[in-house]
């Protein structure tokens, strides 16, 4: 049963465009969410947080949008850069709980 | 601030054998989580330690197991090795208290390689 599902494997984009990322989940428990960077062979890098009060956090070219009603976030980079190109992960967690449910990831290629 | 610390990098073991990871968190956390990134797989949750008890456990086999000391700094064995546990082992530490405590900090990982 997976709570957290990022449904595209893989995002191809023109360095310069957006990128943009999506996660949906069916935990409605769930009230704080994550976003994550990875490369190969390192671990995740914290990206960008945003909790269930608000709507948007914005921060640099990362900006995370959360629609609670349709259960979907979304990761927005812009301008994508080829320091970009790594695995996007999203993570969520309900309150009280520490522990993270994350998706599957999404590989994002910036094309030069 | 140094960040999360894992040893060794690298390890190369044969079924049959047991092995040990190592994983120092960041000054000041005290929570410490433990995953398995197997090629294109996400991050499959082992558990989670804070102060010293085992706080949250993934759906792991018993021969997957850890501990955390008093300096938070944790441990995870695993006994028995099988071919399927050739990975990536992760190891995440966070804040203690709140809101903050759900982000967690990565360590650089162990690459296991069992053969």
């Known amino acids: 049963d997976q709570q957290v599902k990022q449904n595209s494997p893989s995002l191809s984009v023109q360095e310069g465009r957006i990128s943009i990322l999506n996660c949906d989940y069916t935990n409605s428990m769930f009230d704080y969410f994550l976003w994550y960077k990875k490369y190969p062979a390192e671990g995740p890098t914290f990206l960008i947080s945003i909790s269930s009060i608000k709507d948007k956090n914005e921060d640099g070219r990362f900006t995370v949008f959360l629609n609670k009603s349709a259960k979907h976030l979304s990761l927005h980079i812009v301008p994508s850069q080829p320091g970009d190109s790594a695995v996007y992960f999203c993570?969520?967690?309900?309150?009280?709980?520490?522990?993270?449910?994350w998706g599957a990831g999404t590989k994002l290629i910036i094309k030069p | 601030k140094a960040g999360v610390t894992q040893t060794p990098r690298y390890l190369i073991k044969t079924r049959g054998q047991q092995v040990t990871l190592s994983c120092s968190p960041i000054s000041g956390h005290r929570s410490v989580s433990w995953y398995q990134q197997t090629p294109g797989q996400g991050l499959q949750f082992l558990f989670e330690y804070f102060s010293e008890t085992q706080r949250n456990k993934g759906n792991f086999p018993g021969r997957f197991s850890g501990r955390q000391f008093s300096n938070s700094r944790s441990e995870m064995n695993v006994s028995t090795l099988e071919l399927g546990d050739s990975a990536l082992y992760l190891c995440a530490s966070s804040f203690p208290m709140g809101q903050l405590s759900k982000t967690q900090y990565f360590g650089p990982g162990t690459r296991l390689l069992v053969l």
């Open positions: 993570a969520a967690s309900a309150r009280r709980d520490y522990q993270l449910i």
